[in-house]
């Protein structure tokens, strides 16, 4: 028989919303990033506008991050302050790497410092879920 998971305690509230905010900007940056990378005959915006948005995305999620840390997913939170430093790191690649060549697959490369380590958020989204039964909507 299937044991119900318990609703995200009311107390845990603010963190899971502090967490959804997070994992929003941070993927609004990378989708400002991958929309700057040239492909097909449309000209894209500048790397820069793309390596930008993510440092904002950083910025922002940093301010987030202690709101939604909890005991409970405490691997997962660090995960993803890592993540923040490494895509940090990475957008510095890839200026540096655009600035060099406009080769996609160098660039593709380069992205993928950003890319990867910001799936953790994916994965601490997986944690929440795994451990409750989340709220749909903000109170």
């Known amino acids: 028989m299937f044991k119900r998971k318990p609703d995200l ?15 929003e900007v941070i993927e609004g940056g990378r ?5 700057t990378l040239p492909t097909g005959r449309v000209e894209p915006a500048p790397i820069a ?3 930008d948005a993510v440092r904002q995305a950083v910025t922002d999620a940093r301010a987030w991050m202690p709101r939604w840390h909890l005991d409970e ?3 997962e939170w660090q995960d993803c302050a890592r993540a ?3 895509a940090t790191e990475g957008a510095d690649e890839i200026d540096q790497v655009a600035a060099s060549t406009r080769e ?3 660039l593709l490369e380069a992205c993928q410092s ?3 380590p910001l799936d953790s958020f994916a994965d ?8 409750w039964r989340l709220p749909r909507e903000r109170r």
């Open 49 to 51: 506008v793309g390596t």
């Open 104 to 106: 996609l697959e160098e």
């Open 31 to 35: 989708r400002v990033l991958l929309g």
């Open 73 to 75: 997913i405490d691997h």
């Open 9 to 23: 305690p009311e107390s845990h509230l603010d963190a899971w919303w502090a967490f959804v905010d997070c994992a």
């Open 114 to 116: 950003v890319i990867d």
């Open 84 to 86: 923040l430093d490494e």
């Open 124 to 131: 601490a989204e997986r944690a929440f879920r795994r451990r």
